[in-house]
């Protein structure tokens, strides 16, 4: 699985995203593993979107601006 996402991988580090965005488990480690960069749940990025979860949101990607999502 990590050889099939390398490609995925690869494009996160060198992408201008902070975070990066999946809706399964083994794929967040992966991604995390992989990079420096956070890996978010798409509900959580579209509940940060409509101003459900802005603080904790935030907080995970370290600031307040606005994030840039690779999926």
Do not use: D, F
Not at 8 to 34: R, W
Not at 37 to 46: S, V
Not at 57 to 62: D, K, Y
């Amino acid at each position: 699985s990590v050889r099939i996402g390398r490609g995925l991988i690869n494009t996160m580090k060198n992408s201008v995203a902070q975070v990066g965005a999946t809706e399964c488990t083994s794929c967040k480690v992966q991604m995390e593993q992989g990079t420096s960069k956070p890996t978010l749940h798409p509900i959580a990025i579209l509940a940060y979107a409509y101003g459900i979860l802005p603080e904790e949101l935030g907080s995970w990607l370290g600031s307040r601006s606005e994030p840039r999502v690779l999926s």
